[in-house]
């Protein structure tokens, strides 16, 4: 018994070496050829009363985006996050994963739909389901785009 643990124990030992051998030690290789896959930047900001939200959209080669949201909202600590989804027609749908304040260790995901009318994205409001730990906009029940808070006019990215 003795004898059959050490070679285990030797071809594990190779084994999870040559797992390491595939990893990329150059993580500015890999960020550099995420941002080259980029087709376009855009970048937006919506402001109600005391509120600012601002969208950072990036455009890529496949059609999908991903992004960067910050919201501040009034006597709330700030949302900071990302987005990610893609066009249907003129709605983005993506979902917003998020850390609020200075908690690091709490991620909410919430789905969020981006309407694009007369040059602005508008923040859609729509009935949040969640199953599973899963949040969705609830089926069969319509996203409204005129009674909102947040329309987001184009700026440029900083």
């Known amino acids: ?17 040559s797992c390491k051998k595939n990893e990329n030690p150059d993580g500015a290789a890999a960020t550099k050829t995420e941002a080259d896959k980029y ?14 939200v601002e969208l950072k959209l990036n455009t890529l080669k496949d059609g999908k985006i991903m992004g960067d949201m910050v919201m501040k909202i009034e006597f709330q600590s700030p949302k900071i996050g990302e987005v990610k989804g893609e066009f249907h027609g003129d709605t983005l749908v993506a979902d917003y994963t998020f850390r609020q304040g200075t908690n690091k260790d709490r991620i909410y995901k919430n789905p969020i739909a981006l309407l694009k009318r007369d040059n602005q994205l508008i923040f859609g409001n729509g009935s949040i389901v969640t199953s599973l730990g899963v949040s969705y906009f609830e089926k069969g029940k319509p996203i409204d785009y005129d009674k909102v808070r947040f329309k987001f006019d184009a700026t440029d990215c900083k």
């Open 1 to 17: 018994m003795k004898n059959l643990f050490l070679p285990c124990l030797f071809l594990a030992c190779i084994s999870f070496q």
């Open 39 to 52: 087709v376009k930047t855009e970048c937006y900001k919506a402001i109600y009363e005391n509120d600012t």
